[in-house]
């Protein structure tokens, strides 16, 4: 990574408080993140991307209030140029996530490693 390099906004969007801190504990020390912000449900997120304006947002697909589903499809609609990484553990991957309606850029298994999930942020960005 050089020093011209843009270091990124990251969102992360789960409703489940474990992952939320581990992931932004996790991302945080990345060179190429300068900040991380968490977020519990889709209505939510939509909110703070209108007002933190990330780079990529880590969305997990199955919350309460509004899902990943929803919420990328909201998020894409207002914001195009923010990326989305779904981050979630929905049987069948980026196909299945897509056919169900999420407006993805990138998809993550949570069964997967931290190296991953920030490969995939590094990749749509």
Same mark, same amino acid.
């Given at each position: 990574?050089?020093?011209?390099? !843009?270091?990124?906004?990251?969102? +992360? &969007?789960? %409703?489940?408080?474990?992952?939320?801190?581990?992931?932004?504990? =996790?991302? @945080?020390?990345?060179?190429?993140?300068?900040?991380?912000?968490?977020?519990?449900?889709?209505?939510?997120?939509?909110?703070?991307?209108? !007002?933190?304006?990330?780079?990529? +947002? &880590?969305? %997990?697909?199955?919350?309460?209030?509004?899902?990943?589903?929803? =919420?990328? @499809?909201?998020?894409?609609?207002?914001?195009?140029?923010?990326?989305?990484?779904?981050?979630?553990?929905?049987?069948?991957?980026?196909?299945?996530?897509?056919?169900?309606?999420?407006?993805? %850029?990138?998809?993550?298994?949570?069964?997967?490693?931290?190296?991953?999930?920030?490969?995939?942020?590094?990749?749509?960005?």
């Amino acid at each position: 990574m050089t020093s011209s390099t !843009k270091t990124l906004r990251v969102l +992360v &969007v789960d %409703d489940h408080e474990l992952t939320r801190c581990t992931l932004q504990l =996790a991302l @945080s020390l990345q060179a190429c993140i300068a900040s991380v912000e968490v977020a519990i449900n889709g209505k939510e997120a939509i909110d703070k991307v209108r !007002k933190l304006e990330p780079d990529v +947002v &880590v969305m %997990d697909l199955h919350m309460p209030v509004m899902d990943g589903w929803a =919420a990328s @499809s909201e998020i894409k609609n207002q914001y195009p140029h923010v990326k989305i990484v779904a981050y979630s553990a929905a049987e069948g991957g980026k196909m299945q996530a897509i056919s169900n309606g999420a407006n993805i %850029d990138a998809f993550c298994d949570k069964g997967a490693c931290t190296r991953s999930l920030l490969e995939a942020i590094k990749s749509v960005s």
